[in-house]
């Protein structure tokens, strides 16, 4: 056995400590384990050991690989870029998709559910600090694809998702975290719409992330740690 079973336990147990510290139930605050890069057999181990029934890929053929290979009741969540000739295939297999990023992603999502016949849920991704080397909606475009994600009657806008940058510091993460709640509470009063969802925190900040308001908390290195790669 690996030591990912239980390195998942000892994050859930974070996560349960950070929870109790700011008042929050942390049955609220789901672990979406990233399995990127990992062989099938561990995602099998976490399935069996830890009874998890989703995850979170980041390319289209890796996650193919995995929906071919795992159990059929697997949640299969998309986090990875979301090219434009690859949105059918993310439709197909992924129930949620973290990473829509502009408008004509999500006209071009909507129409493909319509198409296929699915009904995703989506999270518009939000570039909070501006970081120009990276994706996400940066000021008005998100109100701009808020407006347009409001509208989708197939794949269901579910709220927003952030990626901070790996050298922030506990000042700059609280700042981005808070700040995309904040962006949360607006998108919802603007387009009279319920979010009951914020995807934020990876294993270096996921502590920062749960006491701002996190309902998804990715996790891939901390869980797999000292496990090697596929
Ligand atoms: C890889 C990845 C994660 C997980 O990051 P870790 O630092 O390994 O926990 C979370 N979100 C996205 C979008 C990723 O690509």
Known sequence: MSRAPENYRNTLNVIRQVAAKCGRNADEIKLLVVSKTMP????????????IREFAENRVPEL???VEALPRDIKWHFIGPMQSNKIRKVVKMAQVIH????????????RICGEENK???????????GEASKGGLRGEELFEAGSLAAQCKNADWCGLMTMAPIDA???ALEEIFSTLAK???ECEARFNVTLPELSMGM???????????ATVVR????????VERS
Request: hydrophobic fraction near 35%; charge should be negative; aromatic fraction near 8%.
């Open 183 to 185: 962006l949360k509470k």
């Open 64 to 66: 193919s690989g995995k």
């Open 203 to 213: 294993s270096g900040d996921f502590p920062i992330a749960v006491a701002h308001g």
């Open 169 to 171: 510091d506990d000042e």
């Open 219 to 226: 996790i891939g290195s901390r869980i797999f740690e000292g």
């Open 40 to 51: 099938h057999a561990v995602l099998k181990e976490l399935y069996d050991e830890c009874n």
């Open 99 to 110: 990473s829509v990023e502009s408008c004509e992603q999500i006209e071009k999502l909507e």
């Open 119 to 129: 009904h995703p849920e989506f999270f518009l991704e939000v570039n909070v600090s």
